[in-house]
């Protein structure tokens, strides 16, 4: 045999002559599984945040939520002082244009300390 062609068989980018394909396709479904197990955990977190989000709570609240019911309870409020609907919330969240909210904020809104309860709706007038 010619030295060409010894060469040509054991080619860097051919496989090797015991590949197995198996291998291959267990890898790809093990990474299949995974990818979909990890995506559905990142789907119900979004469904969780955002359901805090319309009730404009955070995760302390939620937990702690008997505070605020007994509070809510004296006053005859809404079960949480701070929330004020959901569209009023996911503005207070993510501000008063809806077109912007994919957006990332340009600034901040000012304060950070005050925030509007419920129970002050019927003090407005």
């Known amino acids: 045999s010619s030295p060409s062609s010894s060469s ?5 980018l051919s496989p090797p002559p015991h590949h197995f394909p198996w291998s ?3 890898l790809d479904v093990v990474t299949l599984v995974v990818a979909l197990v990890l995506s559905l955990g990142v789907v119900l977190l ?16 939620y ?14 409020a809404p079960d949480h002082p701070y929330d004020l609907g959901v569209e009023r919330n996911l503005m207070a969240l993510f501000g008063d244009d809806p077109c912007l909210w994919l957006l990332p ?5 000012p304060g950070g300390i005050d925030f509007p309860v419920s ?3 019927g003090e407005e007038e």
């Open 105 to 109: 904020p340009c600034a901040p809104k």
């Open 24 to 26: 291959s396709i267990a």
């Open 8 to 12: 040509s068989s054991s080619s860097p």
């Open 119 to 121: 129970w002050d709706e």
């Open 63 to 76: 937990m702690e939520g008997v505070t605020a019911n007994m509070e809510a309870v004296h006053r005859d």
């Open 46 to 61: 979004l469904i969780w945040h955002l359901q805090l989000a319309s009730s404009n709570k955070t995760t302390i609240e």
